[in-house]
């Protein structure tokens, strides 16, 4: 080899090994935890699914990228939010999605930035966040408008029952932020001339109490506020409402596609796949603080059919007209 080729090709290889050592450099495996009132959330959970699909779309896969928490592999009693949080803390977990208004307070504690999915109630009544522009907090995500939803359900009970009087409002009286949502369905309700029949619980041995209530004083539909204790329950509350042929609004479609007769709220799909998107640009670098709480921009109107026919009720065509999903 001669002494001009000889240099040329020591020259490649000192351009060549800085490249090739950059290339066996690992990419950062961001960390993140899906927390509900519940715990920690498994891959295959549907908000999981919802969740993790939209992040694929947005280049984060899983065991390359991307590390999901997961659940302690034993069942066992449930641990104290605040536990859940040190945990996510020593996992070194970079964002945390969460739904809820308890979780969501432990995690504003912890430090660690958490983008809200729903049911947190209005996060700047609830102390959460100074305002919805620009939280200045640990805590950005998705919110909705309590008040205006809560008008609408109603709304969509009158379409049904012109004649609506009484409506039983059942809510967990333990969750401030299901508490503040409450008190607007039920403002909303005396504003339209409707009696609020108001029966919140904090256990699950307070649904009989809560029934009994209603037994003696029956109302003419139910609207139930959605949070982990109400979500838990809610067989109990669809084998009520089927038994006294009972109209029921709910906040969320999950709810009507299990046997509830029907709901209007945010398309959960969408909202998972927003906070996706926060989860994006904090991975980035975003803070949370910095920004803006959104407001979902799909809210379903969906009626199941089957439920109506339990309780013998004949939905009026201008109702279902206005239905974007009808279940048979």
Known sequence: MQRREFIAFLGGLAFAAPRNAAAQTPAKVYRLALISPQGVMPESHPNAKFLLGALARLGYALGQNLAFD???SAAGPAIPFAQVMEQARADKVDVIVAWGYPVVLAAKGSGIATVVAFGVGDPVATGLVANLARPASNITGISDVATTLSTKRLGLLKELLPNLHRVAMLWNKDDLGMSLRYEASAKAAREIGVEVQAVGVREPDDFNEAFAVMDREPPDAILMVSDSLTMLNRKRVFDYAIAHRLPAIYEYDLLVREGGLMSYGPDLKESFERAAAMV????????????????????PFVINLKAAKAIGLELPPTLLALADEVIE
């Not at 994006?280 to 809210?299: H, V």
């Open 280 to 299: 994006d640009r904090i991975f980035k670098g975003a803070k949370p603080a910095d920004l803006p709480f959104e407001q979902p921009t799909r809210y």
């Open 70 to 72: 997961r659940p302690p």
